[in-house]
């Protein structure tokens, strides 16, 4: 089956700093990925859409320059918190879509845990 | 408006209960995809089932069935003979495949603890 890789699944850093995230489809190519942010004990919250090759959408209230979101290649989407401060600290996870056709499925990775300290 | 109602926000039953998840969804389109995920304490989404909605036949899948009700928009969920390991966040979903954003309209979910 489709399979999603995120990493790293956890990471600590110190406020000011920048950390990156990736998310791979290992057995298909997506050429969307989306990236959500949950909080504790709450839903997964849309941040934005990832298309190959292209911007990024992001969706209101979501900061451009704080998550930079690259598309390079088909099977990678990668986000960067930039000057990261404590209140960005939540959960990410990252989600493929497998095609373009009118059924697709999507797949999700297995999350990174970012604290920020 | 396009939403996904899961009024149950935490249900806490006895091992080997059955117990139903409910999920209510609003759309006037006709042609969307119902989902439902558990979300472990590990954090990863782990997909459970896929509904199309020109598909209204139930689905039992083990200990899980699914039962999809177009006239009430309602997709709900239920375990029988719950387990210790079924504990987790369960999301409902809803996805249009032809509009341009294709998001996924996930629920608030539910969460299950299961009390040996």
């Known amino acids: 089956g489709a399979v999603v890789s995120q990493h790293p699944s956890r990471v600590i850093c110190k406020s000011g700093t920048s950390v990156k995230i990736e998310c791979r489809s290992l057995?298909?190519?997506?050429?969307?990925m989306f990236w959500y942010r949950q909080f504790p004990k709450q839903s997964l919250m849309l941040m934005a859409t990832?298309?190959?090759?292209?911007?990024?959408?992001?969706e209101q209230g979501v900061e451009k320059d704080k998550f930079l979101i690259n598309h390079a290649s088909l099977t990678l989407s990668t986000l960067t918190v930039t000057s990261a401060h404590p209140e960005d600290s939540s959960f990410y996870i990252c989600?493929?879509?497998?095609?373009?056709?009118?059924?697709?499925?999507?797949?999700f990775g297995s999350g990174t845990r970012l604290t920020v300290v | 408006a396009q939403k996904v109602t899961q009024a149950q926000t935490e249900i806490s039953v006895v091992e080997k209960e059955d117990v139903t998840l409910d999920c209510v969804y609003e759309?006037?389109?006709?042609?969307?995809?119902l989902f439902w995920y558990k979300q472990p304490p590990s954090g990863e989404l782990v997909f459970l089932i896929r509904r199309n909605s020109f598909d209204e036949q139930n689905e039992i899948s083990g200990r899980y069935s699914w039962n999809f009700q177009k006239s009430t928009s309602s997709f709900n969920f239920t375990i029988t003979a719950s387990q210790v390991v079924d504990s987790a966040v369960y999301f409902c979903?809803?996805?249009?495949?032809?509009?341009?954003?294709?998001?996924?309209?996930f629920g608030s979910g539910t969460r299950l603890s299961i009390r040996p």
């Open positions: 990832s298309n190959e090759g292209s911007k990024a959408t992001y």
């Open positions: 979903a809803l996805i249009f495949p032809y509009s341009s954003a294709s998001k996924i309209i």
């Open positions: 989600s493929a879509r497998q095609g373009d056709g009118p059924y697709y499925g999507y797949t």
């Open positions: 057995d298909f190519q997506a050429t969307t």
């Open positions: 759309t006037r389109d006709t042609t969307y995809y």
